[in-house]
């Protein structure tokens, strides 16, 4: 997890897009576990949903998170 937040510090939205998608998968897998990530990565989560010049971006953070 440490590796993908250090990834959104990027300034590629190719990466932050892969990197979001990673971020689904290992929140999927972890399930109630993922709980202890959340505090460190809401950030980046409310970056990529306020992001409105990639507003394709915020469409998967939306739907990676609904």
């Given at each position: 997890m440490e590796t993908l937040l250090r990834i959104f510090n990027q300034r590629s939205a190719t990466v932050h897009e892969e990197a979001m998608l990673a971020v689904g998968s290992l929140?999927?897998?972890?399930?109630?576990?993922?709980?202890?990530?959340?505090?460190?990565?809401?950030?980046?989560?409310?970056?990529?949903?306020?992001?409105?010049?990639?507003?394709?971006?915020g469409l998967i953070y939306y739907k990676e998170w609904q």
């Open positions: 929140a999927y897998a972890l399930g109630r576990h993922f709980i202890k990530y959340l505090p460190t990565f809401v950030q980046y989560l409310k970056m990529g949903l306020t992001n409105y010049q990639e507003w394709q971006m």
